[in-house]
T-cell receptor, first 109, second 115 residues
Framework: KQEVTQIPAALSVPEGENLVLNCSFT??????LQWFRQDPGKGLTSLLL?????REQTSGRLNASLDKSSGRSTLYIAASQPGDSATYLC????????FGTGTRLTVIP | DADVTQTPRNRITKTGKRIMLECSQT?????MYWYRQDPGLGLQLIYY???????NKGEISDGYSVSRQAQAKFSLSLESAIPNQTALYFC??????????????FGPGTRLTVL
């Protein structure tokens, strides 16, 4: 069974810092990897999707990388802002979508 | 208006009661999903449906049933609720594509508490 792990579980940074969130998965036979943002009381919002044939995707201050052979992905957030505070989930798509447990990010003004 | 809506948003019930959670979508997607999220755990797939006549069990389907009443509606039932079904429940949708791109769009969630 696919297992997805996210480290760290929680992270606090001062505003303006660049940061990296990590995701690892056990089975490299995936179709794609997605990063989601979850805000309290709200659903998940898709941030970036990387197909298995791609190595990275960028959207604004966000950059996600994928190394399928090693089972790793990173989400890089540049110049963090308090509005970035949320829980970030990665998920890998095989037959179904398998989620990690998330990293709770707090950006301190 | 939200593309994926869930009702109710919060529900408190007692052990043994039958509960139905409803999901509606206006995205025109064929595929719909039900997940549950527990503290410290990732989302786990309960059931999914690729079209009205196609229902599939996910990782943790025991104790749950679903009904796909129409393309836009997918409901989740707990026939006899138990306390360990207390969780946050999410509905999601995705479009049918010929490839592997399959972004899922999530509803706001239903917080269910079983006493």
């Amino acid at each position: 069974k696919q297992e997805v792990t996210q480290i760290p579980a929680a992270l606090s940074v001062p505003e303006g810092e660049n940061l990296v969130l990590n995701c690892s998965f056990t089975d490299s036979a995936i179709y794609n990897l997605q990063w989601f943002r979850q805000d309290p009381g709200k659903g998940l919002t898709s941030l970036l999707l990387i197909q298995s044939s791609q190595r990275e995707q960028t959207s604004g201050r966000l950059n996600a990388s994928l190394d399928k052979s090693s089972g790793r992905s990173t989400l890089y957030i540049a110049a963090s802002q308090p509005g970035d505070s949320a829980t970030y989930l990665c998920a890998v798509q095989a037959n179904n979508l398998f989620f990690g447990t998330g990293t709770r990010l707090t950006v301190i003004p | 208006d939200a593309d994926v809506t869930q009702t109710p948003r919060n529900r408190i019930t007692k052990t043994g009661k039958r509960i139905m959670l409803e999901c509606s979508q206006t995205k025109g997607h064929d595929r719909m999903y039900w997940y549950r999220q527990d503290p410290g755990l990732g989302l786990q797939l309960i059931y999914y449906s690729f079209d009205v006549k196609d229902i599939n069990k996910g990782e943790i389907s025991d104790g749950y049933s679903v009904s796909r009443q129409a393309q836009a509606k997918f409901s989740l039932s707990l026939e006899s609720a138990i306390p360990n079904q207390t969780a946050l429940y999410f509905c999601a949708t995705s479009d049918r594509t010929s490839g592997s791109i399959n972004t899922q769009y999530f509803g706001p969630g239903t917080r269910l508490t079983v006493l």
